[in-house]
Nanobody, 125 residues
Framework: QVQLVESGGGLVQAGGSLRLSCAAS????????MGWFRQASGKEREFVAT????????GYADSVKGRFIISRDNAKNMVYLQMNTLKPEDTAVYYC??????????????????WGQGTQVTVSS
């Protein structure tokens, strides 16, 4: 059974940084695309970033491009989201997700089979 556990969320001032981590277990981590999504209060869940199974290819939502960096360590079964220059509009619950796909990445939520419980990120102005 696949399990994804996020950590690293918290409260930070605008302009600050946070690093989210996601620990995966249950199957061969390096075979699959990973992604980060977020859901702000009262809004739909949205795509943030994705990374290919190899880690070579990444993709970002326009709202975070240039500020966030997704990475993975296949030896440790971990995926990370480095968030810099945070803005109040980045406040949301952040979810780690694992796809059943082995390719360059995906921004489509319906292509992700497994989800973590989420970690809260709050950015104060």
């Amino acid at each position: 059974q696949v399990q994804l556990v996020e950590s690293g969320g918290g409260l930070v001032q605008a302009g600050g940084s946070l690093r989210l981590s996601c620990a995966a277990s249950g199957r061969t981590f390096s075979n699959y695309v990973m992604g980060w999504f977020r859901q702000a209060s009262g809004k739909e869940r949205e795509f943030v970033a994705t990374i290919s199974w190899s880690g070579i290819s990444t993709g970002y939502a326009d709202s975070v491009k240039g500020r966030f960096i997704i990475s993975r360590d296949n030896a440790k079964n971990m995926v990370y989201l480095q968030m810099n220059t945070l803005k109040p509009e980045d406040t949301a619950v952040y979810y780690c997700a694992q796809s059943n796909l082995r390719r360059s990445g995906s921004s489509r939520q319906d292509e992700y089979a497994y989800w973590g419980q989420g970690t809260q990120v709050t950015v104060s102005s």
